[in-house]
């Protein structure tokens, strides 16, 4: 049976007041209310990727347009036929984690563009060193491995034109997984840690529930209620909605 398109209704309920909208199935938007009447000072489109729907994020700084890729598991020129439908000049990648369906175009975007690669954590180069042959299993012959041209740990930071992000490493799900966070925006780029409704799965080689679930609490909750989230995979969220109602790291849940 044919998937419907959701109704108005519905796509105001997906994403409520974000400034992210929905379009022929797939995320896309920009964070234009974070400070309004002001510019804000970054925008985002959201991507979705690769078979496994991975959300892969463009994000820029308004004043310079100088954009990062946020984890390129592939379908690159996609990616970036949208960096040039916005005028946007590219200038970083940067990797959440090294599983496949976020870092397997890395090394052909970076080839085809000369951008750096930053990030993820050097604890993910296990991981980012099986890219190829997952590739193969997964029939996505292009994805390679590599070598960042900057691994990112707890405490860095990472500049897109006239703006900075904060970098997280949050183990769990992968043990190199990194969090990009943007404080003025309240913005937040979170890979497979958490997810609307959700979490990132532990049952991966050196995962760990118990190191996931720290990294949600300890890193992500203090940042605050109102920042807003991009997963991996599926719809977007907040923190402070995640903390109500998942069923896994609610205050509840935890308590």
């Given amino acids: 049976m044919a998937r419907r398109a959701p109704t108005d209704a519905e796509k105001r309920r997906l994403l409520p007041g974000h400034g992210f909208i929905y379009k022929e199935g797939h995320l896309e938007g920009s964070l234009m209310d974070v400070q309004p009447p002001r510019e804000p000072p970054i925008r985002a489109l959201v991507v979705p990727v690769t078979p496994l729907r991975q959300n ?56 085809a563009t000369g951008v750096p690669i930053e990030g993820p954590h050097p604890d993910d180069q296990f991981w980012i060193d099986q890219i190829g042959d997952s590739g193969a299993r997964f029939g996505m ?26 970098v997280y490493h949050c183990p769990g799900h992968t043990p190199g997984h990194v969090v990009f966070f943007h404080r003025q925006a309240r913005f937040a780029q979170v890979g497979d840690v958490l997810f609307a409704g959700s979490i990132g799965r532990t049952d991966f080689p050196r995962g760990s529930y118990r190191d996931l679930i720290a990294s949600i609490t300890g890193r992500l909750w203090p940042l605050g209620d109102d920042v807003t989230f991009v997963p991996g995979h599926e719809r977007i969220s907040t923190f402070g909605a995640e903390r109500r109602t998942n069923p896994y790291v609610s205050d509840e849940a935890l308590s």
């Fill in 56 to 111: 892969c994020t463009i994000v820029w700084c308004t004043k310079t347009r100088r954009a990062a890729i946020i984890d390129p598991g592939g379908d690159l020129e996609r990616l970036q036929g949208v960096v040039r439908e916005q005028k946007l000049t590219l200038d970083r990648i940067w990797i959440t984690h090294g599983h496949l369906d976020h870092a397997g175009g890395a090394a052909a975007l970076k080839e």
């Fill in 141 to 166: 012959s292009d994805a390679r491995a590599f070598t960042p041209d900057r691994w990112l740990a707890d405490g860095d930071t990472v500049s897109l034109g006239e703006t900075t992000f904060e």
